[in-house]
């Protein structure tokens, strides 16, 4: 009997969710994001990573290649960032001593000159961010390896986060062939990192990235626990 209501219950509290999904204005936007919240799988979970990783709050950073040059992008379009910057203006962090310190290669202009540890409280100032979970991890774009293009595949963005000479050049990240270290690394990542975290958080008149932080740590986990399957293609 208890376990009749129980099915009951979750059946109509799973419908009730759906007519509330359906009814809510967001609701054009059917997208991997419901599709994995409604039936959660390990390949499910990938097609929402992949929504979050090419929207433009995060692949802005990890920019593009045109022409050679390795730039990030602004705005939902993705546009080239203004004032020609490019990875030149990149600064390059270390890890010492379990912090992030900046080596002193530093260009005349770098990211750091305008982007702080907080966003801009006018619409057009520079975005920031920082915490305490990985200090010293300010904002700077990943090396050229890890950069998002419009049209990145879900098997390609897939096989680079599982391929150790492409997914860090700060520390050893692990892949396919070495799960414990990429489990360890990537969950620690996406937890604590604050530039993803700013994807939810990206200030104003930004949209941020689909779902929610935490929605996303949890699928990073449900995905490598269910043995990282890349989709095919
Ligand atoms: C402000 C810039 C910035 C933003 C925004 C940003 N990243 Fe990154 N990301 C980086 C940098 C820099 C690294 C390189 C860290 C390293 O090498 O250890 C990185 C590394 C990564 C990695 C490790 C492996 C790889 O191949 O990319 C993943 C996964 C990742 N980012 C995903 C995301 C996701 C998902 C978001 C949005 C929720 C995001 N990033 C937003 C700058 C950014
Ligand atoms: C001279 C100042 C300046 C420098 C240097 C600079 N930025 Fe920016 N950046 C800005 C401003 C201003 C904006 C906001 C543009 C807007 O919202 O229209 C911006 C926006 C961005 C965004 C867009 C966020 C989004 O999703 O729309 C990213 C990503 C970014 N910068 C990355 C970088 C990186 C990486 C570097 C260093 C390689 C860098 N910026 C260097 C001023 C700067």
Known sequence: MVTTMKALT??????????????????ARADAYSDYMASPSAAGAFQYLYQVATHPRCANCHGVVEDGIHRPTVGDQRIPHPMNITSLNNIRLIAQDGKFVMADNLQPVNCR???????????????????????????HMPPVTMVIEQDITPAELCNNWLDP???SFLAMRGGRSDMATFKKEFEHHVQDDPLVRWSWDPGLNRIPAPGSHQDFAQAMTLWIDGGAPCPAG
């Open 165 to 167: 000479a492409k997914n």
């Open 113 to 139: 000159s305008c982007h702080r540890d907080e966003n801009g409280t006018e619409a057009g100032m520079p975005p920031g961010a920082a915490n305490d979970l990985m200090p010293g991890f300010v904002w």
């Open 10 to 27: 979750s059946v109509s509290l799973n419908s009730l969710f759906l007519a509330v999904v359906a009814l809510a204005p967001q609701h």
